[in-house]
């Protein structure tokens, strides 16, 4: 292949992001393959090569200068700055008048042969019936079968070219290579879901990959191969995507929108800012360790309101660069965040004195894994199928009513039949793609502990502390997995949690850590445990306390209990059985609303509890812990602007685009999925794969949206020549802040608590 054509598939290639599998569904910035440019041209670009809107409505725009969220003020300085001297409502009325014009998909017939070929070569075990010759490659399979293709029309297979290169090379050879990019950037942009997942697929490389291999250059052949052989168009027109000044016009309103947010949370914490930290020597009774997730910040306010409980916030993962091997079904799963490497491998071991009940669980679980797969066959298998469902309807009748009536009743039989392993098991970490199982250096497991200490600016020890990580639980919810923990890969961080634990209260790495000036009393226990952020509900896997410790333990358990029933009643908005209610959502197998995730997201503060502690930030904001005195060189706080905040900013633009362009970059309506391949959805009968969030997620009705689209806004308080140095040093970072995809606000300490907000080049402008 020429190298004309490789420069124009790299450069096609970015535009675009990733689609995650249902089981994993990470966050992630659709737009992710624009960020070297300014939001507002990435913005222009999408909507040339997508042909879709990326800023909210002029209907949401009124809405929010109706309820106060954008202030009439601000919106009119901005205007002005940008020399849009009439009032705002002139401009609104623009907006208003702005007809969306719908584009005809003139190669829909094309789009539905490739989504067909797409979904049977990338199923992952959901159809009974494999596509032949799958471990050829996709290209090769391909060509071996589409000449039995009626729809693509009668060929032969020595009229096709035998590699994917050739083909490329030989359906290019017509047009100009000035035209190269622009082809293969319209057919990538085609069906950004399936090429969405494509890109995930290939980038991931895991065991489908390597087992069934697909590339793009194999994607882009069997596409204008296709395109040619029925006639479809291969050069796209060149279409007028609108007026660039109504553009303009819209970005204009959302940052006076984004403006409002940032001065009403400024005035929320200045109060809070000047007045001095508590001086009290007293250790809490226990502390406890939350993702810094949005749905923390309200369990955590509760929590602390009933004792005297410390809470800090820390990405979910503990800082364990780990993947998790379930004892339930052998499958491991990556459980820290996808730009992390994976180091560590943890699976389940027997606790002391419990080798006889895990032999027995391991036999009980190789029976349901039988019958769970043979159930599967005989519902699948067209021979089988019909006479299991007459004979089995009335025990599926059963559970549909029992489920339909009584969610909650369910709930607790499914919670009790549940396999409660961390009673017989305790995690056990080894070094990844190792066959040694002798652990980790202990080096290793020092660094893990302390990196949480100095992250978070530790500064006493309580006798109970408590890692919590968190986990969902929906019922019939296609995109549970959206739910869970975030920081690890979308997974629950309890497996996390449990680990952490288990270091920390070894021997050998509380001496170690003696020696690096960190003193944990012999009577702090560490304990790991899980929020579910359905319920509210924390379970801690306390199967491993000693007596010593348990009335403390018993008497925190207790306050949890409280802390779930006020939780529920602040976040669903009613006094009498919150709990009930809240159970009754988490397996109700109808309900399409069970939790509201991280919808409302629109901040990330970095600084100490007694900043935001008592304060109710109604989930808007991410919450890390950080103590800018005990960071003397700045490192804990480059970590944080590194890792955490770059995955706020993916959590954040996931929800901006999900809610701006729903049918687009969204999941459209749970009402008329279709799993496909066990890794994706698809809206009705086919069609592009789903890539975002669903409309429930984010929307309270069809038009009324839950979630307001902000791009994130971080506050961080620590000296500002620090976070300076910091982005100096980082480009990445620097290209985040200098292209707008992301606001960064320093509270600055050092200086009377004075607010600076980025501009660009490392300017700062005082607020």
Request: proline share 4%; glycine share 6%; charged share 25%.
């Amino acid at each position: 292949m020429n190298q004309d054509i490789l420069n124009s598939v790299d450069q096609a290639s970015k535009v675009i992001g990733k689609t995650w599998p249902l089981y994993n569904f990470v966050a992630s910035n659709p737009l992710s393959g624009y960020e070297n440019l300014s939001f507002q041209e990435a913005v222009l670009e999408a909507k040339k090569n997508l042909h879709t809107n990326a800023y909210p409505s002029a209907k949401k725009y009124q809405e929010a200068i109706d309820k106060g969220d954008i202030s009439y003020e601000i919106l009119q300085s901005i205007l002005k700055e940008n020399h849009y001297s009439d009032k705002p409502e002139h401009y609104l009325n623009l907006l208003f008048d702005q007809k969306e014009v719908k584009i005809t998909n003139e190669n829909h017939k094309l789009d539905v042969i490739m989504c067909k070929w797409l979904s049977s070569f990338m199923d992952e075990g959901l159809a009974e019936w494999e596509m032949p010759y799958k471990t050829e490659g996709f290209y090769n399979s391909w060509r071996l079968l589409v000449v039995y293709d009626t729809e693509t029309g009668k060929t032969a297979l020595k009229d096709i070219p035998k590699t994917s290169s050739e083909a490329l090379v030989k359906i290019l050879e017509n047009y100009h290579k000035e035209d190269y990019t622009k082809i293969l950037t319209y057919h990538l942009a085609a069906l950004p879901g399936w090429t969405g997942y494509l890109n995930h697929r290939i980038n991931g490389n895991g065991d489908w990959q390597e087992e069934y291999p697909i590339e793009i250059v194999d994607y882009l052949a069997v596409r204008l191969w296709t395109a040619k052989k029925i006639n479809a168009k291969i050069l796209p027109n060149t279409v007028n995507e609108g007026d660039e000044k109504i553009s303009e016009l819209q970005y204009l309103f959302l940052k006076a929108w984004e403006q409002t947010w940032q001065k009403k949370l400024l005035q929320t914490l200045n109060d809070k800012a000047i007045q001095p930290a508590k001086q009290d020597n007293k250790t809490p009774d226990a502390q406890m360790v939350f993702c810094i997730d949005t749905r923390s910040e309200l369990i955590r306010r509760h929590i602390e309101s009933k004792g005297d409980y410390e809470t800090f916030g820390y990405a979910g993962f503990f800082g364990i660069a780990m993947d998790y091997q379930s004892l339930a079904d052998g499958i491991t799963r990556k459980s820290c965040p996808p730009i992390v490497g994976s180091a560590y491998k943890v699976t389940e071991i027997p606790r002391q004195n419990k080798e006889v009940e895990f032999i027995k669980y391991d036999a009980k679980n190789e029976i349901l894994k039988f019958k769970n797969y043979f159930l599967k066959r005989i519902k699948n298998m067209i021979p089988s199928a019909f006479g299991f469902v007459e004979g089995a309807g009335f025990f599926y009748g059963l559970s549909l009513v029992g489920r339909t009536l009584l969610p909650r009743k369910m709930y607790h039989l499914d919670n009790k039949k549940a396999s409660k392993t961390e009673h017989i098991c305790q995690p056990d970490i080894n070094m990844n793609n190792q066959d040694d199982t002798s652990g980790i250096p202990i080096a290793d497991k020092v660094a893990i502990v302390k990196s949480s200490f100095d992250l978070m600016g530790w500064k006493q020890f309580a006798p109970l502390i408590v890692y919590v990580g968190h986990g969902s639980h929906s019922a019939n919810n296609p995109f549970g997995s959206s739910l869970d923990c975030g920081a690890c890969a979308a997974s629950p961080g309890r497996h996390n949690a449990r680990m952490l634990a288990k270091l920390a209260n070894q021997p050998e790495v509380r001496k170690a850590l003696s020696e690096l000036q960190i003193h944990i009393p012999k009577d702090t226990l560490f304990i790991g445990a899980e929020h579910n952020t359905t319920t509210d509900e924390i379970v801690i896997f306390d199967a491993e306390v000693p007596e010593s410790h348990k009335s403390r333990l018993d008497i925190l358990k207790a306050n949890l209990k409280k802390a779930q029933k006020t939780a529920t009643q602040d976040r669903l908005g009613i006094k009498v059985n919150s709990v009930f209610k809240a159970e009754r959502n988490a397996n109700n197998w109808g309900e399409t609303r069970p939790e509201w995730g991280l919808a409302k997201n629109a901040g990330f503060i970095v600084g100490p509890r007694n900043l935001t502690k008592n304060m109710n930030l109604d989930s808007h904001c991410f919450l890390h812990s950080y103590e800018w005195e005990l960071d003397t060189e700045g490192k804990a706080l480059e970590g944080i602007m590194l890792g955490p905040m770059t995955v706020t900013q993916w959590i954040n633009n996931h929800y901006y685009f999900s809610t701006i362009d729903n049918e687009t970059y969204g999941g459209g309506s749970k009402i008329t999925h279709n799993i496909t391949g066990k890794f994706g959805v698809v809206q009705g009968n086919g069609g592009d794969l789903k890539m975002g969030l669903p409309l429930q997620s984010l929307y309270e009705s069809d038009t009324e949206s839950y979630h307001q689209p902000l791009r994130l806004s971080v506050m961080i308080q620590a000296p500002l020549n620090r976070v300076s140095d910091i982005i100096a040093k980082n480009a990445a970072t620097k290209n985040l802040l200098d292209n707008e995809w992301i606001y960064v606000m320093v509270m600055d300490p050092t200086s009377n608590h004075e607010v600076f907000k980025y501009q660009k080049s490392i300017e700062w402008k005082k607020l």
